[in-house]
């Protein structure tokens, strides 16, 4: 008796065993695109749980600028916080 998480992904595990491999090849900025887009959303999901956050009322969405028109010192700044 396992946990039910665990028990699924050892079954999806072995389901992969009888998957043939292919030789398909494809750009790496595709990937990494794609990557980037999971990060940014789960990211974001985290950020949308943290409403009493200072910054949230600043800064609502994550992996943009707050403004174009900050100085360079001043975008430093935003982004080390």
């Known amino acids: 008796m396992g946990i039910r998480g665990n028990e699924d992904a050892d079954i999806a595990a072995k389901a992969g065993l009888d998957v043939a491999i292919t ?7 595709d990937l ?6 999971l990060c940014v959303k789960e990211w974001q999901q985290l950020w ?3 409403t ?8 609502p969405a994550v992996g943009r600028s707050v ?3 900050l ?5 430093v700044l935003i982004n080390r916080l």
Request: hydrophobic fraction near 20%.
């Open 52 to 59: 009493s956050n200072k910054l949230y009322s600043v800064q």
């Open 67 to 69: 403004s174009s028109s």
């Open 71 to 75: 100085g360079h010192y001043d975008s």
């Open 48 to 50: 949308n749980q943290r």
């Open 23 to 29: 030789n398909m090849r494809f750009p790496l900025g």
């Open 32 to 37: 990494l695109t794609c990557v980037n887009q």
